[in-house]
């Protein structure tokens, strides 16, 4: 065979092989943009909902009082993450790079960093949402003593009526341990306790009447309770499961390489891991803008009219 017939060959071989398209680009990319750009309107729609009902009702539920953003909000939790996000895009980028110049073990390394990187994240959104704030109210509450005398205050503690009642029992059987009525059924053990440990053990020993009446509470954050509820949880969430199937495609590619077949075409491999950076890319970027436009803007000084 000629060198002229060699040469084609080996090009009928590659237009076999990578069959040229109408746009000049790979049909998965192109595939891909397509997808983004409807996940671009998806999660539009998600952040500025969230945003017009969050100036509507910048309390959240007015029937249950009113929400305390900033302090629910863990700023330099979320900060970090966002930090490990971004770190995760670069070495993304490294992993595409290296896939583009054939170096499959530094793909590898580089994917694991990705992987972990975005398990971190989820793991601080995991940890932020369990952990937010869970509300507190402001009652009034009176104490009736075992010589007639009421006593009448207020008291901030947890938004649970019964937990404010044990708490404020606690504290008030601490000075005045007369007010507690220890049965003669009591076992040895809880007759040697403190009165706070045996308010603790059973409430139903105060024998003082006293009444706690919510005046301002602050329930926590929660999907039921609030518009901005509902809207964060809905938004961040999504955003998570984005984050989540992220790393589960990552997973899947890195011990795809393992099976001698990104080696056999490498040209291949290198699209289907620079349309996985396209997602991961994109994943950060919507999470760049949340951050910023409802994580950063409730600190704004003038933002939210006082309390």
Same mark, same amino acid.
């Given at each position: 065979?000629?060198?002229?017939?060699?040469?084609?060959?080996?090009?009928?071989?590659?237009?076999?092989?990578?069959?040229?398209?109408? =746009?000049?680009?790979?049909?998965?990319?192109?595939?891909?943009?397509?997808?983004?750009?409807?996940?671009?309107?998806?999660?539009? @729609?998600?952040?500025?909902?969230?945003? %017009?009902?969050?100036? !509507?009702?910048?309390?959240?539920?007015?029937?249950?009082?009113?929400?305390?953003?900033?302090?629910?909000?863990?700023?330099?939790?979320?900060?970090?993450? =966002?930090?490990?996000?971004?770190?995760?895009?670069?070495?993304?980028?490294?992993?595409?790079?290296?896939? $583009?110049?054939?170096?499959?073990?530094?793909?590898?390394? &580089?994917? %694991?960093? !990705?992987?972990?990187?975005?398990?971190?994240?989820?793991?601080?959104? !995991?940890?932020?949402?369990?952990?937010?704030?869970?509300?507190?109210?402001?009652?009034?509450?009176?104490?009736? =003593?075992?010589?007639?005398? =009421?006593?009448?205050?207020?008291?901030?503690?947890?938004?649970?009526? @019964?937990?404010?009642?044990?708490?404020?029992?606690?504290?008030?059987? &601490?000075?005045?341990?007369?007010?507690?009525? %220890?049965?003669?059924?009591?076992?040895?053990?809880?007759?040697?306790?403190?009165?706070?440990?045996?308010?603790?053990? $059973?409430?139903?020993?105060?024998?003082?009447?006293?009444?706690?009446?919510?005046?301002?509470?602050?329930?926590?954050?929660?999907?039921? &309770?609030?518009?901005?509820?509902?809207?964060?949880?809905?938004?961040?969430?999504? $955003?998570? @499961?984005?984050?989540?199937?992220?790393?589960?495609?990552?997973?899947?590619?890195?011990?795809?390489?393992?099976?001698?077949?990104?080696?056999?075409?490498? $040209?291949?491999?290198?699209?289907? %891991?620079?349309?996985?950076?396209?997602?991961?890319?994109?994943?950060?970027?919507?999470?760049?803008?949340?951050?910023?436009?409802?994580?950063?803007?409730?600190?704004?000084?003038?933002?939210?009219?006082?309390?």
């Amino acid at each position: 065979m000629s060198d002229a017939a060699a040469i084609a060959h080996d090009d009928s071989s590659a237009h076999a092989e990578h069959p040229p398209t109408s =746009t000049g680009i790979e049909t998965k990319k192109v595939l891909m943009w397509l997808f983004l750009a409807s996940d671009c309107m998806f999660f539009g @729609t998600l952040i500025s909902t969230h945003l %017009v009902y969050r100036k !509507v009702y910048p309390f959240g539920s007015t029937d249950r009082g009113i929400i305390d953003i900033v302090k629910t909000f863990d700023i330099q939790l979320t900060s970090f993450s =966002t930090f490990i996000l971004l770190m995760s895009s670069f070495l993304m980028a490294l992993a595409v790079s290296a896939m $583009h110049k054939g170096q499959i073990k530094s793909f590898r390394w &580089n994917c %694991v960093g !990705v992987m972990i990187f975005g398990l971190v994240f989820l793991t601080g959104q !995991v940890y932020e949402f369990s952990h937010f704030f869970d509300g507190h109210a402001k009652y009034a509450f009176s104490v009736k =003593t075992d010589t007639g005398e =009421t006593i009448s205050s207020t008291y901030e503690g947890p938004a649970d009526p @019964t937990r404010a009642k044990a708490d404020l029992a606690r504290r008030v059987l &601490n000075a005045h341990p007369q007010w507690l009525a %220890v049965p003669a059924a009591a076992t040895a053990e809880e007759k040697a306790l403190t009165p706070a440990a045996q308010i603790a053990l $059973h409430p139903e020993w105060i024998v003082t009447d006293m009444s706690t009446k919510p005046v301002v509470e602050k329930p926590a954050l929660s999907m039921q &309770n609030s518009v901005f509820g509902s809207t964060f949880f809905l938004m961040t969430g999504t $955003h998570g @499961t984005h984050v989540a199937i992220g790393v589960l495609w990552l997973a899947s590619m890195f011990f795809y390489s393992f099976t001698g077949r990104f080696e056999k075409n490498m $040209h291949g491999a290198a699209i289907d %891991v620079e349309i996985m950076g396209l997602y991961w890319h994109f994943v950060d970027i919507v999470w760049i803008i949340i951050f910023t436009a409802v994580y950063l803007v409730e600190y704004i000084p003038g933002y939210n009219p006082p309390m």
